[in-house]
């Protein structure tokens, strides 16, 4: 079974940025797409950013899109999301999935930015 582990958040001033990563352990996630969520206090879970087996499609949510970049390094079996320009209403957990269809979690990274 995979296990996802997030790490790099932090608190951070508005405008600065965070590099965010989700190493996997267990299995191979080479041969699936992953993807970032955020869930802000009192909101819904919010998509963010997905990206193929392959890094060659990448999608993102209206409010990050030009913001924020998700890649990933197969050999290293890890995701990463490069969140710049920050600002307030990023502050989230953010959480690392497996899967068009998630079937895996990881436990998130709190991410604070202050203004």
């Known amino acids: 079974q995979v296990q996802l582990v997030e790490s790099g958040g932090g608190l951070v001033q508005a405008g600065g940025s965070l590099s965010l990563s989700c190493a996997a352990s267990g299995r191979t996630v080479s041969s699936y797409a992953l993807g970032w969520f955020r869930r802000a206090p009192g909101k819904e879970r919010e998509f963010v950013a997905a990206?193929?087996?392959?890094?060659?499609?990448?999608y993102y949510g209206r409010d990050v899109k030009g913001r924020f970049t998700i890649s990933r390094d197969n050999a290293k079996n890890t995701l990463y999301l490069q969140v710049n320009r920050l600002k307030s209403e990023d502050t989230a957990v953010y959480f690392c999935?497996?899967?068009?269809?998630?079937?895996?979690w990881g436990q998130g990274t709190q991410v604070t930015v202050s203004s």
């Open positions: 999935v497996r899967g068009v269809v998630v079937d895996t």
């Open positions: 990206i193929d087996w392959s890094g060659g499609s990448k």
